[in-house]
């Protein structure tokens, strides 16, 4: 089971655990860490995380690139950032590095 680790908002490191195959919006809501507010329709950015190895951030979808280009005027947006209701945790996650972003 992937461990990812966790740096939260307040700069807390934490560490959750996360099924093969879940929505990484999933363990990252139910551990209270995020919002996720449209619950997971790509369309709120409270799930945004970042990447410390940008390798496994993955591919961003096209409505997911289209919603991180408007948060980019109220939050940083990097090479990792992913929303994290678009991708799925794989067995390559297990202990990746992630950070929430701020809310916009
Ligand atoms: S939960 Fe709203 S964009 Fe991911």
Do not use: W
């Not at 329709?41 to 990447?51: E, K, Q, R």
Request: proline share 3%; hydrophobic share 35%.
């Amino acid at each position: 089971m992937p461990v990812i680790k966790v740096k939260t908002i307040d700069g807390e490191e934490k560490s959750i655990d996360s099924g093969v195959g879940v929505v990484l919006m999933e363990p990252l809501r139910d551990a209270g860490l995020i919002d996720a507010t449209c619950g997971g329709a790509a369309s709120c950015g409270t799930c945004h995380v970042y990447f410390e190895d940008t390798n496994l951030a993955g591919e961003q979808t096209e409505d997911e690139g289209y919603m991180l280009e408007s948060l980019a005027d109220f939050v940083e947006i990097r090479e990792g950032s992913r929303l994290s209701c678009q991708m799925k945790v794989d067995a390559k996650h297990d202990n990746c590095a992630i950070e929430i972003a701020p809310e916009a």
